[in-house]
C-alpha cells in the first residue's frame, strides 16, 4: 500500500539516444550569393563543412504531486564529437534544467511558476584568419550560449476552452561575441480550445508575445555613417501565432507565425512569417513515421550581410530558416527502439545577402526503462 501510494505522488522517466550522424554542414556557413573580393593572401569566407560524428543524449524527468501542487523537474546532457579536422571545432557538451511548480487555486484557475537553465560549450579552436596578410584568433565559428530564464502563468480553464497569461525575464550570452548578449522581458497571452468527438480530437490556439531586449553592443549603422554611434542595441520583437491540430488516426497540424523585429541597430528590423505542417501516423510493422515542414518568409529594412537564420536560438540545434524533418522509429523491446531522421535546412525566402544549405542524416538508439 506504502508503495503505490509514493509511486502515485512520485513519476520518474529517463531516456537515452545514441547514434552516428553525418552533417553537410556542420560549422553553419553561411555562403554570399555574390562573392565579395578578396585580396591575395587573406582568408576566403568559410565554406561548408561536411562530416561524420556521434550524437549523445541523456534526459531525466521527475514529477511529484501532492494535493494541489505538481512539481516537475528536468536534467539533461549530451554532446556532439565530429570525426574530422575541419569539423572538429563544432564538438559541443549541453547541459540543460528545468524546473516547474503547478498550483491549482480555485477550481478554474492554475497558477505556474517555471524556470530553465541551458549551456552549451565548444571548446576547439576556429581556424585563425588572415586579414590584411596578419593572421588574427577568431571566434566566429563557434554557436555556443547561455541562457537562463524563468515566467510566471496564470491560466484560466472552462472546458474547452482555457485563456493563459504569462510574463517573464531572460539572460542571453552568446559566448563567441558578448555583444551579442541581452537581457529581456517579456509577456504573452494564450487562448486555446480542445474539442472531442468520439476518436476525433480538435486543439485551436492563437497567442501573442511581445519582447523587450536590451543588448550588451552597440547599436550598428549604415556604412555610409561615419561618425558611428554610442547608442546600445534595443530591440522591440512582437509575435502573433495561430495554430489548428487533428489528433485521430493520424496526427495533422498546421501553423502560422509573424514576427515584427523592431532595432535600432542597422540591418536588424525585419518582418518574418513561417508557415508550418506537421504529420504524424503510425505504420505497419510497428513503424512511427513524423514529418515537419516549414517555410520561413523575410523582409529587412535595410540591405546587409545578414544571417538568414536566427540570431538568438532556444538550442544549438535551432534551424530558423526553411525545414524539412522525417523522422521513423520502430521498439525492438526491452525498451530500446531504433530510429532514423532525415533534416533539410535551406535558407528562407528573404533579401538578405547570404544563403545556406545543410543535411543532416541520424541513425542511433534510444532507451527508455520500462515501466
Known amino acids: 500500500m506504502r508503495g503505490a501510494l509514493l509511486l502515485a505522488l512520485f513519476r520518474f522517466a529517463l531516456r537515452i539516444d545514441l547514434g552516428p550522424e553525418f552533417d553537410s554542414n556542420a560549422n553553419r556557413a553561411e555562403l554570399y550569393r555574390t562573392p565579395p573580393p578578396v585580396t591575395p ?65 480555485a ?25 590584411g596578410g596578419q593572421p588574427f584568433g577568431d571566434r566566429s565559428c563557434h554557436r555556443d550560449f547561455r541562457s537562463l530564464g524563468g515566467h510566471a502563468t496564470t491560466e484560466l480553464l472552462h472546458e474547452p476552452y482555457s485563456l493563459s497569461l504569462s510574463g517573464g525575464a531572460r539572460l542571453f550570452h552568446w559566448k563567441p561575441d558578448d555583444a551579442l548578449s541581452f537581457s529581456s522581458l517579456f509577456g504573452q497571452a494564450t487562448i486555446s480550445a480542445h474539442l472531442r468527438c468520439g476518436e476525433h480530437e480538435w486543439d485551436l490556439a492563437t497567442s501573442g508575445r511581445i519582447d523587450r531586449r536590451d543588448y550588451h553592443g552597440l547599436a550598428l549603422v549604415s556604412p555610409s555613417d561615419l561618425e558611428g554611434t554610442t547608442r546600445r542595441r534595443l530591440d522591440s520583437d512582437a509575435q502573433w501565432n495561430l495554430s ?14 509573424v514576427d515584427f523585429n523592431r532595432s535600432t541597430s542597422y540591418g536588424q528590423t525585419f518582418l518574418r512569417h513561417v508557415v508550418g505542417a506537421k504529420l504524424a501516423v503510425e505504420l505497419p510493422w510497428q513503424l512511427s513515421a513524423a514529418a515537419k515542414l516549414q517555410l520561413v518568409f523575410m523582409s529587412y529594412s535595410e540591405p546587409s550581410a545578414l544571417t538568414s537564420g536566427k540570431v538568438a536560438p532556444l538550442t544549438i540545434e535551432d534551424e530558423n530558416r526553411n525545414a524539412l524533418l522525417v523522422d521513423l522509429s520502430r521498439p525492438i523491446g526491452r525498451g530500446f527502439s531504433l530510429g532514423a531522421r532525415y533534416a533539410l535546412y535551406r ?25
Not at 244 to 257: K, M, N, Q, R, W
Not at 349 to 355: G, I, K, M, P, Y
Open 41 to 105: 593572401g587573406d582568408s576566403p569566407p568559410p565554406q561548408p563543412a561536411a562530416s561524420f560524428l556521434v550524437r549523445s543524449l541523456l534526459g531525466t524527468n521527475l514529477i511529484a504531486a501532492h494535493g494541489p501542487h505538481l512539481l516537475r523537474l528536468g536534467l539533461q546532457g549530451g554532446g556532439k564529437f565530429f570525426l574530422t579536422s575541419a569539423a572538429a571545432p563544432q564538438d559541443t557538451a549541453v547541459g540543460q534544467a528545468q524546473v516547474a511548480w503547478r498550483i491549482r487555486l
Open 244 to 257: 489548428l491540430a487533428y489528433v485521430g488516426p493520424v496526427l495533422i497540424e498546421g501553423s502560422y507565425a
Open 347 to 371: 535558407s528562407g525566402v528573404s533579401d538578405a545577402v547570404l544563403s545556406y544549405d545543410r543535411q543532416v542524416v541520424f541513425l542511433g538508439l534510444t532507451y527508455r526503462p520500462m515501466k
Open 107 to 131: 477550481a478554474p484557475v492554475l497558477l505556474l511558476f517555471a524556470g530553465d537553465y541551458y549551456d552549451a560549450l565548444q571548446w576547439n579552436r576556429c581556424p585563425d584568419l588572415i586579414a
